[in-house]
């Protein structure tokens, strides 16, 4: 009867004895796991930067993967060493992390679910352009709790996960190598449309920036104050998204008055949305 008391107490210990601790292992394994993240991080974005175009993304994408299966093997490999798992512990140690995630760590739980849901259903991932609220940018890093943009101003912006349970996230290029780019023409109703329509489309065509492969496009909208046009196409580097946009528009302007149109200021009552001037830049994902 007292062996079998004894063996209800070590059943029931959460912890193992500290003598039964490695804590040589436990240091093996996290210096190990540290050092094979800091080698993916820095050798996959040299191979993303020096090896095949196509390959790029998924260097780049592959970072925040491989880090997360690292961590969850460490936590495997270190939990049995610590705790003597028993199925009354695990119930134990379940209903206590419950807890305390459900009341002092709700945001970041929530923060931490939705990283791993981004990362298994590729929401973004590095190299993305992405639009989240108002902040749109490259992805720069995928972490497990937030992601960093790096804006057409340079400035790098933190957004946690948790913004995909309530905010509509924009992805311009969903891991393709460009996107769309629309550079817009607001112009006086009193013009030949159609010759307007080919003027634009040939401004598209003569651009260093542009990517033959891919369609342009000039749609037309009639609004009460004139006419607004479209100009849709893609750069054959996203990268160089801005520039081809303003490349667009430099040339478009004199050509509009070339071929006798006039630019107009949107009225402010029908104003586009995000406008505020004769040319507005909107990058646009399909």
């Not at 003598?19 to 991080?41: A, G, H, N």
């Not at 804006?151 to 924009?170: L, P, Q, V």
């Not at 801005?242 to 009225?267: H, N």
Request: net charge negative.
């Amino acid at each position: 009867m007292a062996d079998l008391g004894t063996g209800d107490v070590k059943a029931s210990s959460l912890i193992n004895d500290i003598s039964d601790i490695s804590f040589t292992k436990i240091f093996i394994i996290i210096v190990s796991v540290w050092f094979l993240i800091f080698i993916t991080r820095k050798l996959l974005p040299v191979l993303a930067r020096h090896g095949p175009s196509r390959l790029r993304l998924y260097f780049l994408a592959a970072v925040p993967f491989i880090r997360l299966c690292l961590l969850a093997a460490s936590v495997l490999m270190i939990i049995p060493i610590v705790f003597n798992i028993t199925l009354q512990n695990f119930l134990v140690i379940a209903g206590a992390v419950s807890v305390a995630i459900g009341f002092a760590f709700k945001d970041l739980a929530s923060s931490l679910i939705a990283g791993v849901v981004a990362i298994f259903e590729r929401t973004y991932r590095p190299g993305d352009w992405v639009k989240i609220g108002d902040a749109y940018g490259e992805v720069q890093q995928v972490g497990l709790r937030a992601i960093t943009l790096r804006t057409a101003d340079d400035d790098i912006i933190t957004i946690a996960h948790d913004r995909i349970w309530s905010d509509n996230i924009g992805n311009s290029n969903d891991g393709q190598q460009t996107l769309m780019c629309v550079a817009n023409f607001y112009l006086d109703a009193a013009h030949d449309a159609a010759i307007m329509r080919g003027v634009l489309h040939d401004i598209a065509l003569t651009s260093a920036y542009l990517d033959y492969s891919r369609p342009v496009l000039v749609l037309l909208e009639e609004a009460p104050w004139g006419s607004h046009y479209k100009l849709k196409a893609y750069p054959f580097d996203m990268r160089d998204q801005f520039e081809f946009v303003s490349d667009l528009i430099v040339r478009g302007k004199p050509a509009i008055r070339e071929t006798g149109g006039r630019e107009v200021q949107v009225p402010v009552i029908g104003q586009v949305s995000g406008g505020g001037g004769a040319n507005e830049l909107i990058l646009q994902g399909r």
